[in-house]
C-alpha cells in the first residue's frame, strides 16, 4: 500500500507517465472538517490506474457525509481489480503476466482536490499540499484515468486526457470533450437522455406539466437542453428552481395550486431535473403534503439522482406514479458478495475510516444506532454507477490485453516495445469490445460490452424506464437504437389543461396570454429572456429567446388571471372584466414598442379560440 501523508508540497519525479513511489500505509491522523482529508486506498502494479472517487460528499466547499454510491464504487475498483489480477497471482491474470495497480483518492466531489491529486501524478515540477514526495527507485506508470466524482470534478480530471493517458467520466458526459482523443464516458450525453425523456412526455400526452429544478451546474444544463429541444413544442412549463430550504413551499404553494387551477382531471405531471439530495426531500413533501390532491401528482425524475436504496426508500409508501429514467445497468451479483465479505469481516482495515463511517451512516438512516451487518446488507442497493465504472476499468484492461498480444510477441508481462507504444492505448480502447464471460466472476452475464465510440456501451438497451412504486421498480419501458419502447400495460395517465393554457399560448412574434370581457385589463410580464441579449444574434433584435431561469414571472401571470376572473360578475362590478397578459421578453424598448402598435391600430390580436380580433 502506498503512504501519502500531508505535507506542505511535493517533490515529484515522473519517467514516462509515471510517480516514483514506495510501500506505505495510509496517515491515520489527516482530518479535515471531521473527515480524513488526503486518504487513498492503492496497491502497486506494473501499470496503475488513477481514480478520483467522491468517496465523501462535498459540503460548503468541504468534505462532507460519507457518500453511499462513492463508496461502492472504490469497493468497486479494488475487487475488479483484484479479479483481473488472478486475486494477486500474476500466473493466472487477465493480462498474461503483467498486474494493474491503482490509487483511489477521495476528492469529496471537489474539483480542486482532484486536480491537485491528478496533478501530483501527471505533471513534472508540480507541488501540492496533498501527498509528501518518498525517495523510492520504483517507477509507477499510470496508464488511465476513471473519474466516479462530481461533474465539475469529472470536468476537471478531462482535462488530464490525452492519448497516453486516457480518461473515463463514468457518470458524467461533457460534450466540450466528446470530439477529443482519450476523453471517453460512461453515459450518454445530456441532450440524448432529454431527447428520451421528451418522447416519452409526448407519448404519455404530458402537454402540461412542472419543471423542477436544481440550480447547480448539472440542473442547469438539464433545464437548457430542455428548453432548446422542446421549442416549438405544445408543451406547457412551470419552472421551479428548488433548494433544500424551499421544497416544501414548492409542492405545496406551487404546484398543488397550479395543479388545483388547471390540471384536468386533477393529474399532473412533474419533471425532476437535478441532484439527488433535494429529490429525495421534494419526494418526502410529496408524502407529507396536507392536500389529498397531491397524491395524484406524477413525478419523472432524470438520470441524475441515479438508482440508490436512499432514493427507493423516499418514494415509501407513496401511491403516486414515481418514473426514473436511468443507464442501462448490469446486476453484480458477485460483487454483491464480495461487498458482504468487506461489511462482514475485520480483514479490511485499509478501507477505515471509510468502512466505519459506511456502517454508521446506514445504521443512521435505519434509525438504528446499534444495527449489524445483516441490516446494513439488508438495505444494501447496487448504486448506478458501479456496473460502469467496473466495465470501464474492465476495458482499460482489454485495451492493455490487446497491447501486449501485438507488441510482446508471447512474452508474458511488461515487454520494452509494449511501454515505449503505451501512447497509443486510446486507440486500442475502440479495438474491440470486452466479452464478460471471459473474465472469472462474470459467466451468467450475456451482454456484451465495451466502448463502441467515446461512450460506453452495456448492452442493446441505453436508457431503462422503471416506476419505482409499482411492484418494486417495475421496468415499464427502454430506449435502444433511437427508439422508445413502452409497455403498453403500464397505462400512464395525461397531463394535460382542463382547457387550452392561456399563458402558454403562442404567436411567432408575441407572446402573451389572454382571457375575453368587455373591458380588457393589460398585464406586462417578463417571461422570456431577450433573444439578441443572450445570443448577440442581430437577426433576433427583439424578439423572445428561453424562459428566464429562476422567474415567478408564470406564477404571476396566473394570479393575475385568477384576480381578473373575480372581477367577471357584472353584478358586483357591473362589467365584465377580462385580461391581456404580454410578455416583454425582459426589454423595456420591446414592450414599449408593442404597447405602442396595439393602441394605435398597426397590430391586432386574435382570440386564440376563435382566432378573431
Not at 442501462?328 to 468487506?342: G, K, P
Not at 480483514?347 to 477505515?352: G, V
Not at 372584466?577 to 408593442?594: K, P, Q, T, V
Request: charged letters at 20%; a negative charge; glycine letters at 6%.
Amino acid at each position: 500500500m502506498n503512504r501519502w501523508c500531508v505535507f506542505s508540497a511535493i517533490c515529484i519525479g515522473i519517467i514516462f507517465h509515471g510517480i516514483k513511489t514506495t510501500e506505505t500505509t495510509n496517515c491515520d491522523k489527516t482530518l479535515f472538517n471531521g473527515y480524513c482529508r488526503d486518504r487513498t486506498i492503492s496497491a502497486e502494479g506494473d501499470l496503475n490506474i488513477a481514480i478520483p472517487v467522491s468517496i465523501h460528499e462535498s459540503r460548503d466547499g468541504r468534505c462532507g457525509n460519507i457518500s453511499i454510491s462513492g463508496f461502492q464504487s472504490a469497493i468497486a475498483m479494488e475487487w475488479i481489480i483484484k479479479i483481473l489480477n488472478g486475486n494477486d497471482s500474476g500466473r493466472s491474470s487477465f493480462i498474461p503476466g503483467l498486474t494493474l495497480g491503482y490509487t483511489i483518492f477521495d476528492d469529496c466531489g471537489l474539483p480542486s482536490r482532484t486536480s491537485s491529486f491528478l496533478t501530483g501524478i501527471f505533471h513534472k515540477d508540480s507541488y501540492s499540499n496533498l501527498q509528501e514526495c518518498v525517495a523510492s527507485d520504483n517507477i509507477s506508470i499510470y496508464t488511465g484515468i476513471v473519474a466516479m466524482t462530481s461533474p465539475d470534478s469529472s470536468s476537471k480530471a478531462l482535462e488530464f486526457n490525452r492519448p497516453e493517458v486516457p480518461v473515463i467520466s463514468v457518470d458524467y458526459h461533457d460534450v466540450k470533450y466528446e470530439k477529443t482523443p482519450g476523453a471517453f464516458f460512461g453515459v450518454e450525453s445530456i441532450e440524448t437522455e432529454i431527447k428520451v425523456i421528451l418522447e416519452f412526455i409526448n407519448r404519455q400526452n404530458w402537454n402540461f406539466i412542472g419543471v423542477v429544478f436544481t440550480e447547480d451546474s448539472v440542473g442547469m444544463q438539464y433545464l437548457d437542453s430542455l428548453l432548446k429541444q422542446s421549442s416549438g413544442m405544445d408543451i406547457c412549463y412551470l419552472q421551479l428552481p428548488v433548494n433544500s430550504g424551499n421544497v416544501s413551499s414548492v409542492v405545496n404553494n406551487l404546484i398543488i395550486t397550479e395543479q388545483n387551477n388547471y390540471a384536468a382531471n386533477e393529474t399532473f405531471g412533474v419533471l425532476y431535473l437535478g441532484s439527488v439530495k433535494e429529490c429525495i426531500l421534494f419526494l418526502q413533501a410529496i408524502k407529507s403534503s396536507p392536500h389529498s390532491i397531491a397524491s395524484k401528482l406524477m413525478v419523472l425524475l432524470a438520470s441524475s439522482v441515479g438508482t440508490g436504496n436512499q432514493l427507493y426508500e423516499a418514494t415509501r409508501p407513496l401511491s403516486n406514479d414515481i418514473f426514473v429514467i436511468s443507464p442501462h445497468q448490469i446486476m453484480l451479483q458477485n460483487f454483491t458478495r464480495y461487498f458482504q465479505d468487506v461489511i462482514e469481516n475485520s480483514t479490511y482495515q485499509h478501507l477505515e475510516p471509510w468502512l466505519s463511517e459506511y456502517k454508521q451512516h446506514i445504521c443512521f438512516l435505519l434509525q438504528k444506532p446499534d444495527c449489524g451487518a445483516n441490516d446494513i446488507m439488508a438495505y444494501y442497493k447496487q448504486e448506478s454507477q458501479v456496473d460502469k465504472s467496473v466495465v470501464s476499468l474492465i476495458s482499460i484492461a482489454n485495451a492493455l490485453f490487446n497491447m501486449q498480444k501485438k507488441f510482446c510477441n508471447g512474452i508474458t508481462g511488461l515487454c520494452n516495445e509494449m511501454i515505449q507504444n503505451l501512447n497509443q492505448i486510446s486507440s486500442y480502447m475502440h479495438v474491440s469490445n470486452v466479452s464478460l464471460q471471459t473474465i472469472s466472476s462474470f459467466y451468467h452475464i450475456d451482454d456484451t460490452v465495451g466502448f463502441d465510440t467515446n461512450i460506453l456501451s452495456l448492452g442493446k438497451s441505453v436508457y431503462d424506464i422503471f416506476n419505482l412504486t409499482k411492484s418494486n421498480e417495475s421496468l415499464i419501458g427502454s430506449f435502444s437504437n433511437g427508439v422508445l419502447n413502452l409497455d403498453s400495460n403500464a397505462r400512464i395517465q395525461e397531463s394535460i389543461c382542463k382547457e387550452k393554457c392561456s399563458r402558454c399560448i403562442e404567436n411567432e412574434e408575441l407572446q402573451f396570454g389572454y382571457t375575453p370581457g368587455d373591458v380588457l385589463i393589460l398585464g406586462l410580464f417578463s417571461i422570456h429572456q431577450d433573444a439578441y441579449e443572450t445570443s448577440n444574434d442581430e437577426s433576433k433584435i427583439f424578439k423572445c429567446g428561453s424562459y428566464r431561469t429562476g422567474s415567478t414571472a408564470i406564477i404571476t401571470v396566473s394570479a393575475f388571471f385568477e384576480s381578473v376572473k373575480s372581477l367577471r360578475d357584472p353584478s358586483k362590478t357591473g362589467l365584465n372584466f377580462g385580461a391581456i397578459a404580454l410578455d416583454d421578453c425582459y426589454n423595456e424598448l420591446n414592450i414599449s414598442a408593442l404597447i405602442t402598435e396595439l393602441f394605435t391600430g398597426q397590430r391586432t390580436l386574435l382570440d386564440p379560440k376563435a382566432r378573431i380580433p
